[in-house]
């Protein structure tokens, strides 16, 4: 099929590249023109494990191009997906400002009959809000659908390619059929494409991704509990977790959610009850658990040293900046409002993450009291403590012997619980996670 992707953020490329290694013929279009420029020259703007690859080897068959001219974009495809951003608005809602935007484009553009299909997360309701604003600008027929994407950054090529499921919203055979047929090559193994209303489609995306929110904000409570009553949370996770009515997924406690999904999805789900006249208390909760929670390593921190002014003139080592390993995405990361706060009560952070130190530094912009290594040992010479943001895998079995070495004091702040307690006690660290009993030296 000929495909055009209209917006080349994370969503755009994953989709288009994927699409394309199917054997579709897909071009990708982006009205920054910087952007574009470098996808041609092969440089890939975002870090996705293996997307890299995937562009360039259909770049090179001429299955995958990039453009900056939407008309022609439009005009030679069969199916149109939108996938531009959809931001948060000042009172939570999602911003359809550039999906709208490149509706009324697409409707300008058209030369016969179209299948438009909105993949950005979107409130219930756009799809039929973007079928008038293409209607507007043509008299050619045009089926509108909703295909909401269920992609987890660091893994989203295999998520893309071997689904659990696709879900398609339409509201004609036509359409159903189109689709069904561009995403069968996906789902050879047996996992459903689930065709259902336009309407249900949309909320599906948001329900999912807010029941997803509600168990990590549970866990983390009930971490927060387990330390007050002396329980651990590991022993808690596994036992709640064989349970197969709950399972395993989604229950390790931490330091609060990120990214660019969750705290988004949630905010625009609870205003979407609003606009109904429903009040979504749950959705609600896990948002206001996921704030406290982000600062729960910065109580234990004060807490060690006594006061907040104690803070002052110390220097911490910080391993890892991303909301998640696997991408180089800082948005709504927790690593954001603890830097933040330490920054403020005057300490000094020398921090590293694999992929997000360049994204981290945009995001946060340039301060005379933060630092960032080219390793995670560099960061830990002269640090008074190492507090840990973010699960990547090349942290779990560091020396512990040149940590020891390298800090003044060996003190470890850990919000993702990648070591153990009793080895962090027989090893003589002061050690704090989450939902856990601290130990000390």
Same mark, same amino acid.
């Given at each position: 099929m000929n495909i055009?992707?209209?917006?080349?953020?994370?969503?755009?490329?994953?989709?288009?590249?994927?699409?394309?290694?199917?054997?579709?013929?897909?071009?990708?279009?982006?009205?920054?023109?910087r952007k574009i420029a470098m996808l041609e020259q092969g440089q890939i703007p975002i870090y996705e494990p293996g997307l890299e690859d995937l562009i360039e080897r259909n770049a090179k068959l001429k299955r995958l191009s990039f453009t900056t001219?939407?008309?022609?974009?439009?005009?030679?495809?069969?199916?149109?997906?939108?996938?531009?951003?959809?931001?948060?608005?000042?009172?939570?809602?999602?911003?359809?400002?550039?999906?709208?935007?490149?509706?009324?484009g697409i409707g300008k553009a058209m030369n016969g009959p179209k299948i438009v299909v909105d993949k950005s997360t979107v409130p219930v309701g756009t799809a039929q809000l973007v079928k008038r604003t293409i209607q507007a600008e043509t008299s050619y027929a045009v089926d509108v659908v909703s295909n909401p994407e269920f992609l987890k950054e660091g893994t989203a090529l295999d998520d893309f390619?071997?689904?659990?499921?696709?879900?398609?919203?339409?509201?004609?055979?036509?359409?159903?059929k189109v689709m069904t047929d561009l995403y069968e090559p996906f789902t050879r193994t047996g996992n459903p494409i689930i065709v259902m209303d336009v309407v249900s489609a949309e909320m599906t995306k948001y329900a999912a991704n807010t029941m997803l929110a509600?168990?990590?904000?549970?866990?983390?409570?009930?971490?927060?509990?387990?330390?007050?009553?002396?329980?651990?949370?590991?022993?808690?996770?596994?036992?709640?977790?064989?349970?197969?009515?709950?399972?395993?997924?989604?229950?390790? &406690?931490? @330091?609060? +959610? *990120?990214? =660019?999904c969750f705290p988004k999805d949630v905010q625009a789900l609870v205003r979407t009850g609003k606009d109904h006249g429903v009040e979504l208390l749950l959705a609600a909760a896990a948002e206001q658990v996921n704030a406290r929670q982000k600062r729960v390593l910065l109580d234990k921190i004060v807490g060690h040293y006594g006061s907040k002014e104690a803070i002052r003139g110390k220097r911490f080592a910080m391993w890892g900046l991303a909301f998640k390993p696997r991408t180089d995405d800082v948005r709504e990361a927790p690593a954001l409002v603890i830097m933040q706060e330490l920054v403020k009560l005057g300490a000094s952070v020398q921090a590293y993450d694999p992929e997000a130190n360049g994204t981290?530094?945009?995001?946060?912009?340039?301060? &005379?009291? @933060?630092? +960032? *290594?080219? =390793?995670?040992?560099?960061?830990?010479?002269?640090?008074?403590?190492?507090?840990?943001?973010?699960?990547?895998?090349?942290?779990?079995?560091?020396?512990?012997?040149?940590?020891?070495?390298?800090?003044?004091?060996?003190?470890?702040?850990?919000?993702?619980?990648?070591?153990?307690?009793?080895?962090?006690?027989?090893l003589g660290f002061t050690y704090y996670s989450i939902g856990r009993p601290s130990v000390t030296a």
């Open positions: 055009a992707v209209i917006g080349s953020g994370y969503v755009g490329l994953v989709a288009g590249a994927c699409f394309a290694e199917q054997g579709n013929d897909v071009v990708c279009v982006d009205n920054d023109a001219e939407l008309e022609s974009a439009v005009q030679g495809a069969e199916i149109i997906f939108i996938a531009v951003g959809t931001p948060q608005d000042e009172d939570g809602s999602a911003d359809l400002t550039h999906v709208l935007a490149v509706a009324k390619l071997r689904p659990d499921r696709v879900v398609v919203g339409v509201d004609s055979e036509h359409a159903e509600i168990r990590v904000s549970f866990m983390n409570e009930i971490a927060l509990l387990c330390e007050k009553s002396g329980a651990n949370i590991n022993s808690v996770r596994n036992g709640i977790g064989s349970d197969a009515r709950i399972g395993k997924s989604f229950l390790f &406690p931490g @330091i609060g +959610y *990120g990214g =660019s981290f530094r945009e995001r946060f912009g340039e301060h &005379p009291q @933060i630092t +960032y *290594g080219e =390793s995670n040992y560099d960061v830990l010479t002269g640090a008074d403590a190492l507090i840990v943001c973010t699960e990547w895998s090349e942290f779990r079995a560091p020396s512990f012997t040149r940590l020891k070495d390298q800090l003044k004091a060996p003190v470890i702040f850990d919000g993702r619980n990648i070591f153990g307690r009793k080895d962090m006690q027989t």
